[in-house]
């Protein structure tokens, strides 16, 4: 049926191919699980959603202490259709851009640091500066913003002139963009949105912060996709390989073939993703000898 092929395009195409898709999808069912929350209580006359406050994140020192897993969560929730809309097509631009200089772990752990580097920046800046000291008790918030700059500020750096296409403006260099967008953030520190542009900023660190230290082969984001993988493999521990019988003669040459082998797949992978990385100039003479050798095999 038609229904059933839209419905497999989507999911493939937009949702399901790629981290990006992937994000894009999380924020989307949080926000709708949350959203249903609110008008299941608002039929019974309730305007408080406890599961939104739970998430979301607080300036409150000692409140945040009481839910300190809001500094992750808060980066999935939104306040309402127009910011996760925009938040989201953010993501799928830039997303997708990023994955043209980056891997696919990079974004997940550069959207986990962006959003982690931003909300510090809120609460300290909240705790600290007198300008903020009548709302920090009840401020609060929430959005993937952080996050999505952090994404916009790495590409930034890595490949600064970018061209970027705005309507009704024409091409932009990416190096602009991210400028301009910090900027903003900072002119606006004191607005109402105070919060989300302190958070934008520590965002624009966090990606300015890795796309800087992975050019010099320090990857910021290692960590947290270590602990990603750590949970989602179920703290399955490492199997102990069995004991591996050696016969002697002509299984013994079939195995050291198939050892060879797998020794030079593993050389070219790692030259791909450095030439993926850090372009083909980063390559040395006998990597590029050996990429050439083996695109003729």
């Known amino acids: 049926m038609v229904t059933d092929r839209l419905f497999t395009d989507l999911k493939n195409n937009f949702f399901g191919r790629n981290i990006v898709g992937r994000l894009i999808l999380i924020n989307c069912v949080v926000?709708?699980?949350?959203?249903?929350?609110?008008?299941?209580?608002?039929?019974?006359?309730?305007?408080?959603?406890?599961?939104?406050?739970?998430?979301?994140?607080?300036?409150?020192?000692?409140?945040?202490?009481?839910?300190?897993?809001?500094?992750?969560?808060?980066?999935?929730?939104?306040?309402?259709?127009?910011?996760?809309?925009?938040?989201?097509?953010?993501?799928?631009?830039?997303?997708?851009?990023?994955?043209?200089?980056?891997?696919s772990k990079h974004l997940r752990?550069?959207?986990?640091?962006?959003?982690?580097?931003?909300g510090i920046l809120y609460i300290i800046s909240y705790n600290v500066f007198?300008?903020?000291?009548?709302?920090?008790?009840?401020?609060?918030?929430?959005?993937?913003?952080?996050?999505?700059?952090?994404i916009v500020v790495a590409t930034a750096v890595r490949e600064p002139e970018f061209p970027v296409q705005f309507m009704f403006i024409g091409s932009v260099r990416l190096k602009y963009v991210a400028l301009f967008?910090?900027?903003?953030?900072?002119?606006?520190?004191?607005?109402?949105?105070?919060?989300?542009?302190i958070a934008h900023l520590g965002g624009a660190a966090a990606g300015f912060w890795f796309s800087m230290g992975l050019a010099r082969g320090t990857d910021a984001t290692k960590w947290i996709n270590a602990v990603i993988d750590f949970?989602?493999?179920?703290?399955?521990?490492?199997?102990?390989?069995?004991?591996?019988?050696v016969?002697?003669?002509k299984h013994q040459q079939q195995y050291d073939y198939n050892e060879r082998k797998k020794a030079d797949e593993d050389e070219i992978n790692r030259i791909l993703e450095k030439l993926k990385k850090s372009g083909y100039g980063?390559?040395?003479?006998?990597?590029?000898?050996?990429?050439?050798?083996?695109s003729r095999r």
């Not at 980063?282 to 083996?294: G, M, T």
């Open 31 to 103: 926000f709708v699980f949350v959203e249903l929350i609110s008008v299941f209580l608002m039929l019974f006359n309730v305007p408080y959603n406890p599961i939104a406050e739970a998430l979301s994140l607080h300036a409150w020192i000692p409140t945040f202490l009481m839910q300190p897993w809001s500094i992750i969560t808060y980066m999935f929730m939104h306040g309402g259709l127009l910011h996760i809309l925009f938040n989201m097509l953010w993501l799928y631009w830039f997303g997708n851009l990023f994955l043209n200089y980056f891997s």
């Open 109 to 118: 752990g550069l959207y986990i640091l962006g959003g982690l580097c931003g």
């Open 130 to 150: 007198p300008y903020f000291e009548l709302s920090r008790i009840s401020a609060v918030m929430v959005g993937a913003s952080a996050s999505v700059l952090a």
């Open 181 to 197: 967008m910090v900027l903003f953030d900072l002119l606006f520190m004191t607005s109402s949105n105070a919060g989300g542009h």
């Open 231 to 245: 949970f989602t493999n179920g703290f399955k521990l490492p199997k102990r390989k069995p004991k591996m019988k």
């Open 247 to 249: 016969h002697y003669g």
């Open 282 to 294: 980063s390559l040395s003479e006998d990597e590029k000898k050996k990429l050439f050798d083996a």
